[in-house]
């Protein structure tokens, strides 16, 4: 069963930076894809990131790109969001997910000051 589990987010200042994590079970972490997904209030779900770890290759949204880094630690089956430079507009509920099936419970990250 692949189940994923996301660390809890936070309230953070405009500018600042935070790290995302979620830990993964049930599949071969290292030969899969994996993505964060986030979803706004009252708005419809947005890709952020996703990474090939068998190829090592990432994918950004324009939104994120230059501000965000995704990131695996296959060795603990665990995938990093690193935000810095936060802005308002990233507030949103955050969801790792595993491409083809698989999420997380999602996690809130607030932009404020």
């Known amino acids: 069963e692949v189940q994923l589990v996301e660390s809890v987010g936070g309230l953070v200042q405009p500018g600042g930076s935070l790290r995302l994590s979620c830990a993964a079970s049930g599949f071969t972490f290292s030969s899969s894809a994996v993505s964060w997904v986030r979803q706004a209030p009252g708005k419809g779900l947005e890709w952020v990131s996703s990474?090939?770890?068998?190829?090592?290759?990432?994918f950004y949204a324009d939104s994120v790109k230059g501000r965000f880094t995704i990131s695996t630690d296959n060795a603990k089956n665990t995938l990093y969001l690193q935000m810095n430079s936060l802005k308002s507009e990233d507030t949103a509920v955050y969801y790792c997910a595993k491409n083809g099936g698989g999420w997380g419970q999602g996690t809130q990250v607030t932009v404020s000051s």
């Open positions: 990474i090939y770890s068998y190829i090592s290759n990432t």
